[in-house]
Every structure is written in structure tokens, then in C-alpha cells.
């Protein structure tokens, strides 16, 4: 084989690969996730400072409203009395981190996170935090949730009561604190 018969195969062969290598990157690159996915699946950081006692704030993660309730010792004091009428007290079902797994179904029983979507159809339930007659409940209401869709009572704790039309407590998503005042929702350190 004579030396220019030789450079023009390296050449061509060079090229080639160029060529191939330029098609294929953006080929792979199709593959990964976009931005606006990356940041849908994401943690969100949430400031909670001026989140006041009795008061609810709604971040969204995952496209799902996830609420985050700071309650007040009136309100905790309701979970001892709604205790018998949930169906799932201590939070067995899988739905949540194994730190949810308590009657305040959170890490701090100060801050309840959960996912605002109901059990049973995917409705958004409605906050109905006062107690009694001014619920629009009944005179017994404790304080808690309500889904008007179908009817499904939650407590403040957000355990679903006996015989509603959602069959779980509402989901609490996966959270961790990163200061006294700072909530990270959707990642707990435990993968």
C-alpha cells in the first residue's frame, strides 16, 4: 500500500470517527433528564421561621402541595382524643418514613409535613384547624382536615378517622431538618 493511499485512509477513517462521535453526543445527551425534570424530582428547601403557631404553610415538591403545620400545644392536646377515632393511630401503613410512625406522625411534634392529597381520589382536602361549632363540623370537631370532595375526616396529626372513603392517613414525604429553621422536603439522609 503506497504512503498517500495510506493518508487518506487514516484521514477518512479520522473523519469518520469525528462524525460519529458528533452524532452520538447529542444522541446520549437526549437521554438524561431534562433541567425542568431534575428540578421536579428535586429537594425543596423551605424556610420555616415566620411560620407562626397554628398557622399552615403549601410548598410544592414533585408537583404534589406538600403542607407543613405548625401546631400549637391546643392542637396537640386534640391528637390524645382523636386517638380512638382514626383507624390507624401509629401510622403502620408503609406510606411513610419510619419516623412518621408515632401519633404526631412527624419529627418534631411541633411541625406536621404531609402531602396535601387525599387518599382516596387525589382531592386537596381543606384545613379546618377550629375546634367546634365554628367548623361548620359539629360541636364535638377536634380541628383538622377535611376532604369535601367525598367526606374523608383527617386530625391534626393527619390520620385518617374510621369508616371515611379514604382508605390511608395522608402521605408524609420524605424530610429532614438542615437547621432549627430550615426544612428539607423530599430527601431525609437515609439513601
Not at 149 to 166: E, K, N, Q, T
Amino acid at each position: 500500500m503506497d504512503s498517500s493511499r495510506r493518508t487518506l485512509l487514516v484521514a477518512t477513517s479520522a473523519a469518520g470517527g469525528v462524525a460519529a462521535v458528533a452524532t452520538a453526543v447529542p444522541f446520549v445527551a437526549s437521554l438524561t433528564p431534562s433541567e425542568r425534570a431534575k428540578a421536579a424530582g428535586a429537594p425543596v428547601e423551605v424556610d420555616i421561621s415566620q411560620l407562626a403557631p397554628g398557622e399552615m404553610m403549601t410548598v410544592e415538591w414533585r408537583g404534589k402541595p406538600v403542607w407543613i403545620l405548625r401546631r400549637t400545644p391546643e392542637m396537640l392536646a386534640t391528637l390524645e382524643v382523636t386517638e380512638s377515632r382514626v383507624s390507624d393511630p401509629d401510622s403502620r401503613e408503609p406510606m411513610q418514613p419510619e419516623y412518621a410512625r408515632n401519633k404526631y406522625r412527624s419529627i418534631k411534634p411541633e411541625y406536621l409535613v404531609v402531602v396535601g392529597i387525599c387518599t382516596h381520589l387525589g382531592c386537596s382536602p381543606t384545613d379546618k384547624f377550629r375546634p367546634g361549632v365554628e367548623s361548620g363540623l359539629g360541636a364535638d370537631w377536634p380541628g383538622g382536615f377535611l376532604c369535601p370532595c367525598h367526606g374523608s375526616f383527617f386530625d391534626l396529626s393527619a390520620r385518617v378517622y374510621r369508616s371515611m372513603p379514604a382508605p390511608t392517613n395522608l402521605e408524609v414525604p420524605p424530610h429532614m431538618y438542615l437547621t432549627e429553621t430550615t426544612l428539607l422536603v423530599g430527601e431525609d439522609g437515609k439513601a
